[in-house]
């Protein structure tokens, strides 16, 4: 007992997690308890999982002797990022169906789909006041903001419930986020790499970029290789979706491969890329960026671009420290002079500026754009390929992200 009431305590713990806040869910009960089994230990074990715990006795003494290995099984998923979580009834099909959506990289779409279900959540009994269990699953716990925790605490459910009051939206049509985003932000020092490519599935471009196994999802944090301070280790993958394309024609889609944190760009080793993904009669987009927000001529900034068709280059262009290399025949809007002007002192050129222009026209050009909240926020699959970079004292490859959104046929070059 706990606040003057029975069960108080779960239902605050329930409440401070939905909101971002924590609360220690660790059930006293049976993981037959769907309650328990489903909702609460999940939970338990990804706090234990991020803690400063070496000893996972700390998670598994409360539990009982015939359920000790079963509670080992659960740490293992949770730390190998394949725990699923399910619900019964509709608002259980519906996270099926999310899930898919998440692993494309339409985060956006996934909340919706859960949002537009949660009225016919069904709780496991009279203290069960939230589907607390969705922040365990590695797909869907990244998007259940805490603006959207509050969203799910205050929609009506059960008999006589009445549609949710008006929210931030949440059955509108996701806007594009377009490619400009990822050039937000006070940072002076990013890196990243895409590839695009217009007609095949997500693990068709894995197939052709890689060995086409798609591993576990990770997040931003856990595949970027200045934050980890290791090299060649895991970046986020990901599938894409296909939509219909931005002209309101059926489009065939394009598939993205996204990895950030790189050292320095090698456009050689860029160039398989785009090959690879172009292949086959088809078309792709590769762009690369390295701000280091320092003026040494040996690390300059570099920010690259190219366009391929069946296997060949047309149209390419790569700035380093405000010396522009171009290559093919460029339609006008994606001419490389727009963004990044010649300077005489090449210690002033500053290819932040020049990166959110490129990136602009780029989106506009294709009709292209990375969701961003998946990218920075979500978890999406990872596929390994052969580094475009090797640095000094590594042998081994790196890893890359995929996603998709919607196209329409560019301009073709004069």
């Not at 239902?11 to 006293?28: D, E, F, I, K, P």
């Not at 359920?67 to 099984?73: F, K, M, N, S, T």
């Not at 050129?349 to 026209?361: I, K, P, Y």
């Amino acid at each position: 007992m706990s606040y003057g009431r029975p069960g108080a305590r779960k239902v605050h713990a329930q409440l401070t997690s939905m909101l971002g806040r924590g609360g220690y869910l660790h059930g006293h009960g049976r993981l037959d308890d769907p309650l328990i089994g489903r909702e609460f230990m999940p939970l338990a074990a990804v706090d234990h999982a991020r803690g400063t715990h070496r000893d996972d006795g700390w998670f598994l003494t409360p539990l009982h002797e015939d359920d000790q290995a079963r509670g080992v099984e659960l740490l293992e998923r949770i730390r190998e990022r394949r725990h699923v979580y399910e619900s019964p009834g509709p608002f259980g099909e519906a996270i099926v169906a999310a899930r898919e959506q998440a692993s494309l990289g339409d985060t956006d779409g996934a909340w919706r789909t859960v949002e537009a279900a949660l009225p016919d959540w069904e709780p496991y009994g009279d203290d069960h006041i939230a589907p607390v269990g969705l922040l365990a699953d590695p797909l869907l716990g990244p998007i259940v903001t805490p603006e959207r925790g509050r969203r799910v605490l205050s929609t009506p459910r059960g008999a006589g419930r009445t549609a949710p009051a008006a929210g931030p939206g949440p059955l509108d049509e996701a806007v594009p986020d377009g490619l400009a985003w990822l050039a937000d932000g006070p940072r002076s020092r990013h890196a990243y790499r895409f590839v695009l490519a217009e007609g095949v599935s997500p693990r068709e471009l894995a197939e052709r970029l890689g060995d086409g196994t798609l591993l576990p999802p990770h997040n931003q944090l856990e595949t970027d290789p200045w934050q980890n301070r290791v090299r060649a280790t895991l970046d986020r993958v990901g599938a894409c979706a296909t939509e219909a394309a931005a002209d309101g024609e059926s489009g065939s889609g394009w598939s993205f491969a996204f990895r950030n944190g790189l050292e320095r760009v090698q456009p050689k080793r860029l160039h398989s890329l785009g090959e690879k993904a172009s292949r086959s009669g088809g078309r792709s987009v590769l762009v690369c960026c390295v701000i280091r927000g320092g003026t040494s001529e040996a690390f300059s900034d570099t920010f690259h671009f190219s366009y391929w068709e069946d296997g060949r280059e047309r149209y390419g262009f790569t700035v380093t420290g405000g010396v522009t290399e171009r290559s093919g025949d460029f339609p006008e809007t994606l001419d490389p002079r727009r963004f990044f002007p010649q300077v005489p002192d090449r210690k002033a050129a500053d290819e932040r500026v020049g990166e959110r222009r490129a990136l602009t026209a780029i989106s506009e050009t294709f009709g292209l754009s990375l969701p961003r909240f998946a990218i920075r926020h979500g978890r999406l699959p990872a596929v390994m390929t052969e580094p475009v970079i090797r640095p000094s004292g590594t042998g081994g490859g790196v890893q890359i992200t995929l996603v998709a959104r919607s196209a329409r046929t560019p301009p073709s070059a004069p």
